[in-house]
């Protein structure tokens, strides 16, 4: 068998189960932010957070797609290595920026949600709050 087509079945099956298990611990943890972000409503956090999943699962497992072909000739098992740990190198630094890119991008919204909640008066602008003495 050629080792190459090796090279290539190693690096479909690492990638692909880096993808689901990066996409599947995102999702969990990434839940409860969601939640959060959009104040409380689970439901909307449920199909957000699967949205955002499929997206991942989409542009990662597209690009591993994409970065399967190698122009170089894999001879012996060292060169079975070198050339994965490129590739699952680059397919690591992928699912890093994609997940840094999506806590950002949440972090703003959330960000965001929690100065407009900062924005509205503790009491109705017609209310009082109690103070106390001065001696007490």
Do not use: C
């Amino acid at each position: 068998m050629d080792l190459t087509v090796v090279a290539y079945a190693v690096y479909l099956v690492v990638s692909v189960a880096l993808t689901v298990w990066v996409a599947r611990t995102l999702s969990t943890n990434g839940r409860v932010f969601l939640a959060d972000v959009l104040h409380g409503n689970e439901q909307l956090a449920d199909a957000v957070n699967h949205l955002l999943v499929v997206g991942f699962y989409l542009v990662n497992l597209g690009f591993v797609a994409l970065y399967l072909k190698s122009a170089d000739t894999v001879d012996d098992a060292r060169q079975i290595f070198e050339a994965l740990s490129v590739k699952l190198g680059v397919v690591l630094l992928v699912l890093g920026v994609m997940h840094l890119g999506n806590v950002y991008v949440l972090n703003k919204i959330r960000r965001r949600g929690l100065m407009e909640r900062e924005q509205y008066p503790p009491v109705d602008p017609d209310g009082y709050t109690a103070t106390r003495p001065a001696g007490a």
